[in-house]
């Protein structure tokens, strides 16, 4: 797969060798170039934002996804391996190649294809008669019984081929505000509530594990409050053509919503994203 590296003489961080991360911030010294890896799913690689690297294919990684913008604002050098559709397992078997002792920053979204939340949604859309209250409930029985698990043997993976770097999971928002205002997408009321309790216990288990690996979280739930489908200033993309930009973050969601939300995590200033 194509890995996309931005290379600047400068860099905003420090990270470990040269400085202390901590949670609350970065504490900066001699600069040195960042080595970050952003590893996912359609989240991160930036399917949403209706743009994309040529050579990227069905990744569909986009210049104006979150990694893209953190890395430019940092400095950083970036591999760019997240990949549209990537469960967990696909992550492992194909995200993995470029970590190293030497990389000083990763970040991770994954969990949301495990648990099928796209397939879902689809189905929550069908007409009426059809309902997704079996596609709901089978998500959330992987999301509590089955995903735990398989984030916890990532997040190992990743702190084994990458033991100096910092790890921040990325979360996923909820999606919907209860109104219905895509005609070609029927999505009750009582479903969109369903499904924003389903993000939430997405959000929950990911945190849960990341915390257990020692990683930073990211929560993207209530900074996307006020920006979900049919709000007035959207940051998540409603039914849309072609179908592949659904439902995901548009260029807003990304250069409002994700990134100074992962820079923040960093101790970073995010005024020029």
Known sequence: MGLFRLRSARIAITLLGTATFTLAGVH??????????????????GVGTRTYYPDSGSCYRSASAYPVLAAARLGATLTFAACSGAR????????????????????????????????????????????????INNANAVIRDTLPG????????????APNATVVVIGYPRIFNGEEC??????SPGEQAELNRTADLLATAIGARAAAAGFAFVDARTPFTRHAVCDDTEWINGLSYPILESYH?????????????????????????
């Open 88 to 135: 967990v397992a696909d992550v492992l078997a194909n995200q993995l190649g470029s970590l190293s002792p030497s990389t000083t920053l990763v970040t991770v979204s994954a969990g949301g294809n495990d648990a099928g939340f796209a397939n879902v949604i689809t189905s929550c859309a069908r007409p009426w008669p059809w309902t997704c209250w079996g596609d």
């Open 249 to 273: 973050p548009n260029t807003n969601g990304h250069a409002a919503g994700y990134a100074p939300l992962l820079l923040a995590q960093l101790g970073v200033a995010s005024t020029a994203v």
């Open 182 to 187: 895509n005609l070609g997408a029927r999505i």
């Open 150 to 161: 398989r984030l916890d043997g990532l997040y190992r993976a990743i702190r084994d081929r």
């Open 28 to 45: 900066t010294a001699h600069a040195a170039p960042a080595v970050y890896t952003a590893l996912g799913d359609s989240y991160s690689s």
